[in-house]
């Protein structure tokens, strides 16, 4: 009687013409797929940078200061980042304790001197007396 061991691997054999002609593995191309990759990626970063430069925030305004602090008006002193000779219009709104909006301004900020950087200061009228004051933005001049 013979034995038959149970780790020896044993390949199948199918009947010819039966389930089709097998296919040979295929060899994998990591170097290429590692390249697509970095192609994709390159072009990715290249696009992003296109539209930053394109679309992204040229024009930024944030508030120094408010006083004047009254029932009817707020005082803003707010600092404006625009390109180099450029224009803007600025959005100024005040808020009362309870965070309701009670003042409300487009502030055209005029930059003769053609600077990067900008401080102007802004006497917003109000309907009730201001808690703060916040710059919304800032964008080009159309």
Not at 105 to 131: I, S
């Amino acid at each position: 009687m013979t034995e038959t061991h149970a780790t020896e691997a044993v390949t199948p054999v199918f009947p010819p013409g039966r389930y089709g002609r097998r296919r040979a593995p295929q060899r994998r191309r990591p170097v290429l797929f590692a390249a697509l990759v970095a192609v994709l990626l390159v072009v990715t970063g290249l696009i992003s940078v296109k539209l930053y430069q394109q679309y992204g925030p040229d024009y930024s305004g944030e508030v120094v200061s408010y006083t004047d602090i009254t029932d009817s008006q707020i005082r803003i002193t707010f600092q404006v980042t625009v390109p180099e000779g450029e224009p803007a219009r600025c959005t100024l709104r005040a808020r009362s304790y309870d965070g309701a909006q009670v003042g409300y301004a487009d502030v055209l900020v005029d930059n003769p001197g053609g600077a990067r950087q900008m401080t102007q200061e802004h006497l917003l009228a109000t309907t009730a007396k201001p808690f703060m004051a916040e710059v919304l933005g800032c964008r080009p001049v159309e």
